[in-house]
């Protein structure tokens, strides 16, 4: 049977964040007038299809016209063909929501949350709705204001090919087509940095005992800060000395793989002591998801006199223990959950580093 329904939708800000959401109604059934766009939205065959309206009395007119126009498809008495030899231009908001549920079914939670706040903060920045009319230098400018606003180079050309990879689905564009490449999002790789033996012991001695457990953790298993904060008591086998990273209902590892990670026993032990709030390893004092490890981090670094303190320096100092310790690096590739060998390597000259010292003070001597 053909759709004959329209539904009324206003894309408003919403706790901080722009998002589409049903209008509110009064008690005559009549749409109440709010702060953000109207638009109404119908389906024909398998596309859904967005129109933006002025306001919501407008709205309410054109659902009426929009299912009136669609009965009357439905019976024969319109003529298809007229309507789709005119082709209708393709605006941002018309089909950002589209794309964005499609993301978030076919992604990991935490890439949709990117994507969705990236795209978001990018329609905002530019405020061009017109697909068509988003060019290249749109792009790169909106990378060089990211990268204005402090972002790191590497987040700015990640931005900016998620943003690139939207307009490619909009525009029914080939892969590796768009108004940017990867290549304009080259940026220079900058060397992994790592704690020192003073920094952390400058470090731990500033930890009470829950954030002692918590960044002894994350340096003696490389787990990553969405991986510490899903951990569960069963992820960890005492038997087995290990910590396994697992799915979760609400939480997807990275490349989709579980694995598991062989950690020594002083890690185990410091976890045996914890006391336990519930089925997460790290808990808050509400038995919820403690999720502020980077800003105690922050905080612990500064009381300790540490610079650049977070969470990620405890990966790659992990990394570049197990390298300079002699773990092959294919060992250290499963334990740090890398899907190819290039991430990996990055920590190897730093963890060579101290032996190519060695080598040209040999040479100089």
Known sequence: MANRKASIWLYARVDGKWKYRRPAVGRNNKIKPEDGTYYIRWREGGKMIWRKCSSAADATVARERQE????????????????????????????????????????????????????????????KNLVEGITRVDLLRYRAWLIEKKRSRRTAANKMLRVNQFLRWALKLKPGEGPVTVKDARFVELEPTVYSDEELTAFFSECNPFQLAVFKCYLMSGLRKQELENLEWTDVDVTAGTITVSPKPDFTPKDWEQRSIEVPDELLRILQEMSRRGALVFANSSGNRYTHSWDDAVAIGERAGVKDAHPHKFRATFATMLLHSGVDLKTVQKLLGHKNLESTMRYLAKAESHKVRAKVNAVWA
Do not use: C, I
């Open 68 to 127: 009136a126009y669609l009965a009357a498809l439905a019976h024969g008495l319109t003529p298809r063909q007229q309507f789709e030899k005119t082709p209708v231009p393709v605006m941002m908001s018309d089909v950002l929501l589209l794309w964005l549920e499609e993301y978030r079914l076919s992604h990991r939670p935490e890439s949709f949350k990117l994507m969705e706040q990236t795209l978001n903060e990018f329609h905002a920045w530019n405020r």
